[in-house]
């Protein structure tokens, strides 16, 4: 059974950066041809794709976040991370990670199979 858990501080200091790791456990990250996504959801906002990396280790970032977040992926450990330096209040969300059988864009968000439980990331001094 695959499953994915996602870790990090539920509340970081604006600009400061944040780091969440997506541990995964039933299914490599390496294998043919799934992609590795975190996404996030604001209050009363819908969900909001924002990275990938793919079996291959190449990586894409929403264009909002493209300066700012670095995917990587620890293939021992079987994790990948989101870091998003520079927070402000406005990054307040829930954040999830999710694996797709195919390319993100051609899955969509109901083409994910498995998603973690999320965690809520809180923007505050």
């Known amino acids: 059974q695959v499953q994915l858990q996602e870790s990090g501080p539920g509340l970081v200091k604006p600009s400061q950066t944040l780091s969440l790791t997506c541990t995964v456990s039933g299914c490599s990250i390496t294998t043919n041809f799934y992609y590795w996504s975190w996404f996030r959801q604001p209050p009363a906002t819908g969900l909001e794709r924002r990275g990938d990396?793919?079996?291959?280790?190449?990586?894409y970032y929403s264009q909002f976040l493209k300066s700012r977040t670095p995917n990587t992926r620890n293939t021992t450990k079987n994790q990948f991370t989101l870091q998003l330096s520079s927070v402000t209040p406005e990054d307040k969300a829930v954040y999830y990670c999710?694996?797709?059988?195919?390319?993100?864009?051609?899955?969509?968000?109901?083409?994910?199979?498995?998603w973690g439980q999320g965690t809520q990331v809180t923007v505050s001094s």
């Open positions: 990396i793919a079996y291959r280790g190449s990586t």
């Open positions: 999710a694996r797709s059988p195919d390319h993100p864009v051609v899955a969509g968000t109901r083409g994910y199979d498995y």
